[in-house]
């Protein structure tokens, strides 16, 4: 932006440059949504999510028996849809980028060269992945020290391979990855693959433009990612369950305030795993989902007295229809144009495959479909047949780059990582600025929790909730289950009464906020 650029150059630059600085989930071997919003108020969304190749098959994941294979879809080269953020990138630069590409890309390049600072999270967590990276890429040596010594903090990552790759992008656009070399290169990586990602594959993708998914709160305009995402309309319909109770009044994390939270999180995740899937091969009754009406018959069946049963909520009836490891980063440029972009290759350091040659890792986005319909995936979450595999079929998200506006201006841009829990993260932001009266800074910073009806229980950070206000939950019947580790890394703007921008980068990660 210093050099000219707007908020789409610099997401992009952004984006890239993750790629090379954080290896757990920056990505070329992966995919994403951007939820847009232009100077003078026009929404647009993005969907470059990956695809299943066209190889594969409904049971793919499955022994003669019908039951899952364990890890199958998670590690190695079986775990891999076809990779998207490149084209992804690519698409929304040549529609709305100013800067030109190859300066774009530069940035990324320089930090590959020659080579990046590891901080101490990244030290740890590839040290954490040593015996995968061995067992997964034999006689390569990526993220592997050469003395095979452990990576210590502030230690230098140089990656030349990927550089290479980067430089093919730069000079080639699109074709510099879905064509040549690099093509050549992850497609013979790919090959032993029960599902393998050919040539095809990759000629065959292109990134969709989709209508955004557009609900209100409390007077603020919520723009969201729509399908597939579920990530949109299952914050619309969060918000609208809650919007009729004084949570403000309540108090943040009251007995009341989380019970009504709770409550409507065990419906609208309900509701993901039965509608929910990609609406190029299932008709995902949008419009219906989030109708006040629907809304209201869901909550039919609530009571302050006790705590709903998972087991007795199912998705809601749809009259006359037929049937954690991801980064956000949120821009606004001065000119009032804004971005809201999730990416992924989906748990941390994706499949951990690397492409030999090319020096990037794939993604383990096949393990975001319902692998088998009914069965829990490595977050908990349930899917049925909308999220079936299906061979060129992009699996269901819970990504959920949002931006919301008040009186027709731009007033919050935000987004988290979080695998399931992104959706209850965002939830959660939104309802501390706008109902707690938080800073963007305090909203980010405030302790979370999660529930996404099945398993029937609520997991929360330490120190979230008063010993009186667990206790009131508990003999509700709520299941409460305090977090090992921490939820969600929001990365957020708020448009202050001045028009200047509050950045809250989340101090659960090594997240930083810019501006000039």
């Excluded at 000119?335 to 999730?342: F, P, Q, Y």
């Excluded at 890792?361 to 490595?378: C, Q, R, S, T, Y």
């Amino acid at each position: 932006m210093k050099a000219g650029g707007n908020a789409i150059d610099a997401a992009v630059a952004t984006h890239f440059a993750l790629a090379v600085v954080h290896p757990s989930a920056g990505n070329l071997g992966g995919g994403g949504f951007l939820v847009y919003r232009n100077q003078q108020g026009q929404n647009f969304t993005l969907d470059f999510r990956e695809k299943a190749p066209v190889a594969a098959t409904r049971d793919m994941y499955l022994d003669s028996a019908g039951t899952v294979i364990p890890n199958m879809a998670w590690l190695g080269i079986h775990a891999s849809g076809v990779p998207s953020s490149v084209d992804g990138m690519v698409t929304m630069h040549q529609r709305f980028g100013r800067l030109p590409w190859k300066q774009v890309l530069q940035p990324a390049i320089d930090l590959a060269t020659n080579g990046v600072i590891l901080t101490e999270n990244e030290a740890k967590g590839l040290n954490r992945i040593k015996g995968d990276l061995l067992k997964f890429n034999p006689g390569k040596t990526y993220f592997l020290k050469p003395d095979s010594t452990e990576w210590q903090t502030s230690e230098r990552l140089i990656q030349t391979d990927l550089a290479n790759t980067l430089r093919r992008i730069q000079e080639q656009g699109r074709d510099g990855f879905y064509k040549g070399q690099t093509a050549a290169l992850l497609v013979k990586e790919m090959a032993p693959a029960k599902a393998p990602i050919s040539q095809r594959d990759l000629d065959e993708y292109h990134s969709a433009w989709r209508e955004a998914v557009v609900g209100s709160y409390r007077g603020h305009k919520v723009i969201s990612m729509p399908p597939t995402s579920s990530g949109g309309i299952a914050l619309v319909q969060l918000l609208k369950f809650v919007e009729p109770y004084p949570l403000g009044k309540w108090g943040w994390y009251s007995d009341s305030t989380t019970q009504v939270m709770i409550e409507a999180e065990r419906r609208v995740y309900a509701d993901r795993a039965r509608w929910l899937g990609d609406p190029d091969f299932f008709k995902v009754p949008q419009k219906q989902l989030v109708d006040s009406q629907y809304i209201q018959k869901r909550w039919q069946d609530f009571s302050f007295a006790q705590a709903s049963d998972s087991k007795a909520i199912n998705g809601g009836q749809i009259a006359g229809y037929e049937s954690n490891e991801t980064t956000h980063y949120s821009v606004v440029d001065e000119e009032g144009n804004a971005a809201a972009i999730t990416t992924t290759i989906n748990n941390g350091y994706g499949s951990r495959v690397m492409v030999g040659g090319a020096g990037f890792l794939m993604n383990d986005e096949m393990e975001d479909f319902a692998v088998k319909p009914g069965v829990p995936n490595v977050f908990g979450l349930v899917g049925n047949e909308a999220n079936a595999v299906q061979p060129g079929k992009r699996m269901l998200s819970s990504m959920t780059p949002t931006i919301l506006e008040k009186d027709g201006k731009l007033f919050m841009v935000v987004g988290t990582p979080g695998g399931s829990t992104i959706i209850t993260s965002v939830f959660q932001t939104i309802l501390n600025v706008i109902d707690h009266g938080m800073t963007m800074q305090q909203a980010v910073n405030a302790l979370k929790f999660h529930h996404q009806w099945l398993p029937d229980k609520t997991t929360f950070e330490q120190g979230a909730f008063s010993e009186k206000t667990l206790q009131k939950l508990i003999e509700r019947g709520y299941v409460m289950e305090m977090q090992k580790g921490t939820l969600g890394r929001m990365d957020c703007i708020l448009v202050l009464p001045d028009g200047t921008l509050e950045g809250a980068s989340d101090p659960r990660g090594d997240n930083t906020s810019v501006g000039f």
